[in-house]
T-cell receptor
């Protein structure tokens, strides 16, 4: 059973904290993605990675960075969390030339 | 740029058919997708259609594609309360890239 897992389902952090969201996939997929999901706005792409140590900005990269040191793991970093980063964060992966993206269950982050 | 549009809400009675509509702008899309998100979960691929097809049927689901009008629809026959979810339309990006563009999602509410 293929799987994308995220380190936390719920997180509460304070403004200014550094926040790490971890994502792991067990399907040997080349491509991994971080999205944020807000009501009425759908999914917005933050960053994606097509290989180890490679990263590309998505539509809303400001305030975020990413790390991909191993193929199976893609981390999203909020350098200094702000209240407007309160959101649901979804990780996804897809194999090279694949059709289907596989999603993790999401991390609901609240920044106070 | 690419854009995918869908209405935000649809309400139906249990047992009726549901039709969720989507329009997109990128005529070079190779695949068009419907993803389903149940409460508190990530997205799961429901079905997809190749851009050279007009229709795809899978049990209670029927996908219709009108390439000329860039219109995609998802029909769910005999809608059940378990079908209540957010449904995302997506197309696989400019020039057939693997990065999908998602609509904002349609919340389907099924009344008993």
């Amino acid at each position: 059973d293929v799987k994308v897992t995220q380190s936390s389902r719920y997180l509460v952090k304070r403004t200014g904290e550094k926040v790490f969201l971890e994502c792991v996939q067990d399907m040997d997929h080349e491509n991994m993605f971080w999205y944020r999901q807000d009501p009425g706005l759908g999914l917005r792409l933050i960053y994606f990675s097509y290989d180890v140590k490679m990263k590309e900005k998505g539509d809303i990269p400001e305030g975020y960075s990413v790390s991909r040191e191993k193929k199976e793991r893609f981390s999203l970093i909020l350098e200094s969390a702000s209240t407007n980063q309160t959101s649901m964060y979804l990780c996804a992966s897809i194999k090279l030339a694949g059709v289907e993206q596989f999603f993790g269950p999401g991390t609901r982050l609240t920044v106070l | 740029g690419e854009d995918v549009e869908q209405s935000l809400f649809l309400s139906v009675r249990e047992g009726d058919s549901s039709v969720i509509n989507c329009t997109y702008t990128d005529s070079s899309s190779t695949y068009l997708y419907w993803y389903k998100q149940e409460p508190g979960a990530g997205l799961q691929l429901l079905t997809y259609i190749f851009s050279n097809m007009d229709m795809k049927q899978d049990q209670r689901l029927t996908v219709l594609l009108n390439k000329k009008d860039k219109h995609l629809s998802l029909r769910i026959a005999d809608t059940q309360t378990g079908d209540s979810a957010i449904y995302f339309c997506a197309e696989n990006g400019a020039g057939g890239s693997y990065i999908p563009t998602f609509g904002r999602g349609t919340s389907l509410i099924v009344h008993p």
